[in-house]
């Protein structure tokens, strides 16, 4: 199927997201989209998919005119999306995400749940997807959800798939196996629009690349052009691909963390007996499969879960009753891993959500009374500072593109005094050039005397930023090593390899404190 | 028992097995709960002096069902046992789970009921006694409208749509069954009255909530108005000349049908199983909702736009006429309900007959948390108080009114989490609108 846009433009209010847009996507071809935070490439997708109006131009399937009024309309045609915000209810199961809008029925409309668990256990086997097709997808990490999703799509059989940032929770061996997943389904001629911040994987697995830059269509490249190039194109100038770093100034350690253990709510113990130090002037990296108890372990550090055994000290003084109100409030800057649900409210303004957490403070506030000046001063200041794109900063985060969502959060984190900052995945869907950024903000943290800890299951942004890496599996510290060896051993450690007895983990440790 | 007990015995034998947090809430919720149960059978068994109580088995006295007498003390030291024993397990945490415990709960409630009547029953002194008649026939009575209600509440708000106007619906099923039945002489076609009106509420509520995207909660605030205010007023155009009324609120009501052999069950068939056709319908549409809900492609599409709209639009799912379907047959339920005001019980229709039930229907739906089995059960406790309501107003002991109340406290605690997670579709109440 051949797909086709032509002066495809869409405005919001005065804003103009998509400005006629013209791209034409050809059967069995993998189509990478690339473009910074706000370019307005998922605008584009969800055009495509009919769950925004197009304000003009238009789209030819196999040169026919097309009229995409509803996602419903797009599925006929053949197109299957992958969203970049997922769409699944919380409250269902994987099978029942994965049945809805087009059931397994034993006739009559009555729900056949069996068969459709079987596809899921189906595709997971064939497509090395691990999901359990009965857990409800409340209750599962970030990675797994996206795992749902990408199985949700694959069911469809789609002729057109679009890819919208699917990889910016995977990990790299989960990476590896969805482009194996392209690359077959390009075989059988489905042809894909691949949406990725990661020129890596765009260099792997892409056909053709087309770059949109606010809103327009400003080149196209082949996948073998240098990282530098295409950085170049979507940014507009040139972008330091690696972090540059002073070696560390270690200082006292600032949070101590001690045997702590977290039990969930089905009983199973999710981090068993974590014992680390956070010293300032540090990053401490930590590494690991998404899953593996890092989530758990980093909301019992803010007191968003009470640990059921241990304690976390933050200056020698015991954090580990503290609600998060009062563990942000003592100096612990924190980046959520779900955005989303942990980061911000999608309703309230830019402006609002750059103090969020922070509108107690006298520098906002006067009693009872917001200091609105101040708040506006500052949301200027941080727009301006972090490059957040947004129409102005009475728009609400929901009108936000993913990254700049992404990176308000960021800059609302940064503009305390902290003690401890505690990033997990803080890159996550944001666009090379703001990458750059934030890193060199967190390294300048890090100079600063702030101890830093970053969780990420991108091994990249581990290397990169790490001074001490922790490896977590199964709930589990089992080592702590330098970013100075090689990825290999990380990758063993990772995927749970070791003797069990933490051996290295003790020598490490030992030698570090 | 014998389960738990190697279940709870297992920590020993693992000594860094912690305990979970929901366990140590679950055993705090229990011990406070048969606390207070057992403090108050001991003040009721106190209080009794004069332990001589009466009881039917029946609802009143018949050839068949003649009083008996009972010592009231006995009965209320037994209920100071049981919550007792509950309260020992509880305390050491041995309180079975699942439907051992669900046996003992219910078990613990009916004994405490029991030493509550023996207090309230006992120590009427000389003359006329009022005697303890079996509460389940009042109850089924009381209850059929609230469970159709909270059904109805529980398909509009599984598909995001907040019902409020539940009372509306009851008003309006109530007024034009009631003309129904007086026009066609014959009550079925009260319950055909009572359907439409239920539906043409649920109507103005799709239009408003969905189409226009009025505020909900004030929207189902302003319906009840609506139907309060316009059933009044038809009823007094009614003419008073009884040549004419019998016309149009004069209705015939539902008969009783026995169903033959389940009636004869002791003490529980006859308040079952000989009740109209109206109760029977009921029973179905328990059934039926549930199904629906939890078994077919329909009820996973409601339940998938009152969760998370956009999610079922990507999936191609119609998010406005979906909510619209379940909006219009929960119309369907509650205006059955309303007809159980008229031609289901009293016959003709009153200004306000169904007096803020349609409230308790709602409240069933909360504290049912939005299931229709749970809302089931919590609209059939509200129809127990309040028939235990009517029953002990007979007897002084107590402002039968408290009682009253009791619904709607019982929700609040609910709500507050006592009884765990209440958590409503994520979606409740919210439009879907497209950009
Ligand atoms: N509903 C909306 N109302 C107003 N503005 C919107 C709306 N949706 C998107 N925008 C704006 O359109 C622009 C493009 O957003 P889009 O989500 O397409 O970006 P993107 O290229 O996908 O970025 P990212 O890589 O961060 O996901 C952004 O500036 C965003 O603020
Ligand atoms: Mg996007």
């Given at each position: 199927?051949?797909?086709?846009m032509?002066?495809l433009?869409?405005?919001f209010?005065?804003?103009?997201?998509?400005?006629?847009i013209?791209?034409?996507?050809?059967?069995g071809?993998?189509?990478?989209?690339?473009?910074e935070?706000?370019?307005?490439?998922?605008?584009?997708?969800?055009?495509?998919?009919?769950l925004?109006?197009?304000?003009?131009?238009e789209?030819?399937v196999?040169?026919?005119?097309?009229?995409?009024?509803?996602?419903?309309?797009?599925?006929a045609?053949g197109i299957?999306m992958?969203?970049?915000?997922?769409?699944?209810?919380?409250?269902?199961?994987?099978?029942e995400?994965?049945?809805?809008?087009?059931?397994q029925t034993?006739?009559?409309?009555?729900?056949?749940?069996?068969?459709?668990?079987e596809?899921?256990?189906?595709?997971s086997?064939?497509?090395?997807?691990a999901?359990?097709?009965?857990a409800l997808?409340?209750?599962?990490?970030?990675?797994?959800?996206?795992?749902?999703?990408?199985?949700?799509a694959?069911?469809?059989e789609?002729k057109?798939?679009?890819?919208?940032?699917?990889?910016?929770v995977?990990t790299?061996?989960e990476?590896?196996?969805?482009?194996d997943?392209?690359?077959?389904?390009k075989?059988?001629g489905?042809?894909?629009?691949f949406i990725?911040?990661k020129?890596?994987?765009?260099k792997?697995?892409?056909d053709k690349?087309?770059?949109i830059r606010?809103?327009k269509?400003?080149?196209?490249?082949?996948?073998?052009?240098p990282?530098?190039?295409l950085?170049?194109m979507?940014?507009?100038?040139?972008v330091?691909?690696t972090v540059?770093?002073e070696?560390?100034k270690?200082?006292k350690?600032v949070?101590?963390?001690?045997?702590?253990?977290?039990?969930?709510?089905?009983?199973t113990?999710?981090?068993r007996?974590?014992?680390?130090?956070a010293r300032g002037g540090?990053?401490?990296?930590?590494a690991?499969?998404q899953g593996?108890?890092?989530?758990e372990?980093?909301?019992?550090?803010?007191?968003i879960i009470?640990p059921d055994?241990?304690?976390?000290l933050?200056?020698g003084?015991?954090?580990?009753?503290?609600?998060?109100k009062?563990?942000?409030?003592?100096?612990?800057?924190?980046?959520?891993e779900?955005?989303a649900?942990?980061g911000?409210?999608?309703?309230f303004s830019?402006?609002?959500?750059?103090v969020l957490?922070?509108?107690?403070?006298?520098d906002?506030?006067?009693?009872a009374?917001?200091?609105?000046?101040a708040?506006e001063?500052?949301a200027?200041?941080r727009?301006?500072?972090?490059?957040?794109?947004?129409?102005?900063?009475?728009?609400?985060?929901?009108?936000?593109?993913?990254?700049n969502q992404?990176?308000?959060?960021?800059?609302?984190?940064?503009s305390?005094?902290?003690?401890v900052?505690?990033?997990s995945?803080?890159t996550r869907?944001?666009?090379?050039?703001?990458?750059?950024?934030i890193?060199?903000?967190?390294?300048?943290e890090?100079?600063?005397?702030?101890a830093?800890?970053?969780v990420?299951?991108?091994?990249?942004?581990?290397?990169?930023l790490?001074?001490?890496?922790?490896?977590?599996?199964?709930?589990?510290?089992?080592?702590?090593?330098?970013p100075?060896?090689?990825?290999?051993?990380i990758?063993?450690?990772?995927?749970?390899?070791h003797?069990g007895h933490e051996?290295?983990a003790h020598?490490?440790?030992?030698g570090?404190? | 028992?014998?389960t738990?007990?190697?279940a709870?015995?297992?920590?020993?034998?693992?000594?860094?097995?912690?305990?979970?947090?929901?366990d140590?809430?679950?055993?705090i919720?229990?011990?406070?709960?048969f606390?207070?149960?057992?403090?108050?059978?001991?003040?009721?068994?106190?209080?009794?002096d004069?332990p001589?109580v009466?009881?039917?088995?029946?609802?009143?006295?018949?050839?068949?069902?003649?009083?008996?007498?009972?010592?009231?003390?006995?009965?209320?030291?037994?209920?100071?046992?049981?919550s007792a024993v509950?309260?020992?397990l509880?305390?050491?945490?041995?309180?079975?789970?699942?439907?051992?415990?669900?046996?003992l709960?219910?078990l613990?409630?009916l004994?405490?009921?029991?030493?509550?009547?023996?207090?309230?029953?006992?120590?009427?002194?000389e003359?006329?006694?009022?005697a303890?008649?079996?509460p389940?026939?009042g109850?089924?009575?009381?209850?059929t409208p609230?469970?159709?209600?909270?059904?109805?509440?529980v398909?509009c708000?599984r598909a995001g749509v907040?019902?409020?106007?539940?009372?509306g619906?009851?008003?309006?099923?109530?007024?034009f069954a009631?003309?129904a039945?007086?026009?066609?002489?014959?009550?079925?076609?009260?319950?055909?009255?009572g359907i439409l009106?239920?539906?043409g509420?649920a109507?103005l509520?799709g239009?408003?909530a969905l189409?226009?995207?009025?505020?909900q909660?004030v929207?189902?605030?302003?319906l009840?108005a609506?139907?309060?205010?316009l059933?009044?007023?038809l009823?007094?155009q009614?003419?008073?000349?009884?040549d004419?009324?019998?016309?149009f609120?004069e209705?015939?009501?539902l008969p009783?049908?026995r169903?033959p052999g389940l009636?004869?069950?002791?003490?529980v068939?006859?308040?079952?199983?000989?009740?109209t056709?109206?109760?029977y319908?009921?029973?179905l549409?328990?059934?039926?909702?549930?199904?629906l809900?939890?078994?077919?492609?329909?009820?996973?599409?409601?339940?998938?736009?009152?969760?998370?709209?956009?999610?079922a639009?990507?999936v191609g799912?119609?998010?406005?006429r979906?909510?619209?379907?379940?909006?219009?047959?929960g119309?369907v339920?509650a205006g059955l309900g309303?007809?159980?005001?008229?031609?289901?019980?009293?016959?003709a229709?009153?200004r306000?007959?169904s007096?803020?039930?349609?409230?308790?229907?709602?409240?069933?739906?909360?504290?049912g948390?939005?299931?229709?089995?749970?809302?089931?059960a919590?609209?059939v406790?509200?129809?127990?108080m309040?028939?235990?309501?009517?029953?002990i107003?007979?007897?002084d002991?107590l402002?039968?009114?408290?009682?009253?109340?009791?619904?709607y406290?019982?929700?609040i605690?609910?709500?507050a989490?006592?009884?765990g997670?209440?958590?409503?579709?994520a979606a409740?109440?919210?439009?879907?609108?497209?950009?």
């Open positions: 199927m051949k797909l086709e032509r002066g433009t869409r405005r209010g005065s804003f103009t997201a998509n400005d006629h013209d791209l034409t996507i050809e059967p071809e993998i189509h990478c989209l690339l473009g935070n706000g370019a307005g490439k998922s605008t584009l997708m969800n055009m495509l998919y009919g925004l109006e197009p304000t003009e131009g789209i030819l196999d040169g026919e005119p097309a009229d995409f009024d509803t996602p419903g309309d797009a599925i045609a299957g992958v969203h970049q915000h997922f769409m699944l209810v919380p409250v269902f199961t994987v099978a995400n994965v049945m809805l809008g087009r059931e034993r006739g009559l409309g009555i729900l056949d749940r069996g068969k459709a668990a596809l899921v256990r189906e595709l086997t064939r497509y090395k997807l999901v359990d097709p009965t997808v409340e209750n599962l990490p970030v990675g797994v959800q996206q795992r749902v999703e990408i199985i949700k694959l069911a469809n789609a057109v798939l679009i890819l919208d940032e699917p990889t910016a995977l790299p061996q990476i590896d196996e969805l482009m997943i392209m690359r077959a389904l075989k059988q489905t042809s894909i629009v990725t911040h020129l890596r994987e765009v792997a697995v892409g690349i087309t770059v606010r809103g269509v400003v080149g196209t490249a082949s996948p073998d052009a990282e530098a190039e950085a170049e979507m940014v507009g100038r040139a330091n691909l540059g770093k070696p560390p270690v200082g350690p949070l101590e963390v001690n045997g702590v253990t977290v039990v969930d709510d089905r009983g113990t999710v981090v007996d974590v014992s680390f130090d540090e990053v401490l990296g930590i690991g499969v593996n108890g890092q989530t372990l980093i909301k019992s550090l803010l007191g009470r055994a241990g304690k976390v933050l200056e003084q015991d954090i580990s009753r503290h609600g998060p009062d563990s942000l409030e003592a100096g612990i800057g924190y980046i959520p779900d955005r649900h942990d911000y409210v999608s309703s830019v402006r609002e959500n750059l957490d922070l509108y107690r403070r006298n906002f506030s006067r009693g009374a917001l200091k609105l000046d708040i001063k500052n200027k200041a727009i301006e500072e972090f490059d957040i794109r947004t129409e102005n900063m009475n728009s609400s985060l929901a009108s936000l593109s993913g990254g992404q990176k308000v959060v960021v800059a609302r984190e940064f305390r005094p902290l003690k900052l505690i990033a995945q803080p869907g944001v666009d090379v050039g703001s990458i750059e950024f890193h060199k903000r967190i390294i300048e890090r100079d600063r005397g702030t830093v800890i970053i990420s299951t991108e091994l990249d942004e581990i290397y990169a790490s001074d001490r890496i922790a490896v977590m599996y199964d709930g589990r510290i089992v080592g702590t090593v330098t100075d060896i090689p990825r290999e051993q990758g063993l450690l990772m995927a749970g390899a003797d051996t290295q020598e490490t440790q030992g570090a404190a | 028992m014998s738990t007990a190697t709870t015995a297992a920590p020993e034998t693992q000594p860094t097995r912690i305990r979970e947090r929901s140590v809430h679950r055993q919720r229990l011990v406070v709960t606390a207070i149960a057992t403090a108050l059978c001991i003040f009721f068994a106190l209080a009794v004069d001589n009466r009881y039917i088995l029946g609802e009143r006295v018949t050839k068949e069902f003649q009083p008996k007498d009972l010592n009231g003390s006995w009965v209320a030291w037994l209920a100071v046992a049981v509950a309260l020992v509880a305390a050491v945490n041995r309180f079975p789970r699942g439907a051992a415990g669900v046996v709960g219910v613990v409630g004994m405490f009921y029991l030493g509550f009547l023996m207090w309230v029953y006992a120590d009427q002194g003359g006329f006694t009022a303890i008649t079996n389940i026939p109850t089924i009575r009381i209850a609230l469970v159709l209600g909270a059904l109805a509440g398909l708000e907040i019902n409020i106007a539940i009372e619906q009851f008003l309006a099923g109530a007024f009631a003309i039945a007086s026009l066609a002489f014959q009550p079925y076609t009260g319950l055909l009255g009106a239920g539906v509420i109507a509520l239009v408003f189409r226009y995207q009025v505020n909660v929207l189902g605030v302003v009840v609506l139907a309060s205010g059933t009044s007023f009823l007094g009614i003419p008073g000349d009884p004419v009324k019998q016309y609120n209705p015939p009501t009783q049908l169903i009636a004869d069950i002791p003490v068939g006859a308040a079952l199983f000989d009740q056709v109206l109760v319908l009921m029973y549409s328990v059934a039926l909702v549930t199904f809900l939890y078994q077919t492609r329909w009820g996973l599409r409601v339940r998938s736009v009152g969760e998370h709209p956009k999610a639009d990507t799912i119609k998010v406005n979906t909510r619209w379907q379940a909006v219009l047959l119309g339920f309303g007809a159980y005001y008229t031609v289901g019980s009293t016959g229709f009153d306000d007959v007096a803020g039930t349609g409230f308790i229907a709602l409240a069933a739906v909360i504290m948390r939005w299931h229709p089995l749970g809302a089931t919590a609209a406790f509200f129809g127990f309040l028939n235990l309501q009517t029953q107003s007979f007897v002991k402002p039968s009114e408290l009682l009253g109340a009791v619904p406290l019982a929700t605690i609910a709500v989490g006592f009884v997670r209440v958590r409503p579709p409740d109440g919210e439009p879907y609108v497209k950009s």
